[in-house]
């Protein structure tokens, strides 16, 4: 599977990866899931938006286990 990266929809993300819902609520909450923005805005655009450095969440994502 490809690595996740900053450019990324959030909403892509948790399809393709869906045990990074734990590291984007670590960082954005657990709201974030529900806010109609899960399915147009990047990773990189929450992470400005919450004052989050994007490739320490983008590393963390990239390390976990799917079957986390």
Do not use: Q, T, W
């Amino acid at each position: 599977m490809a690595e996740i990266n900053k450019n990324m929809v959030i909403g892509d993300v948790l399809d393709k990866k869906p045990a990074a819902e734990k590291v984007i609520a670590k960082y954005f909450g657990n709201a974030c899931f529900s806010c109609p923005g899960v399915r147009m805005e990047s990773l990189e655009l929450g992470a400005s938006i919450h004052g989050i450095d994007v490739d320490i969440m983008i590393k963390e994502i990239n390390e976990i286990e799917d079957s986390e």
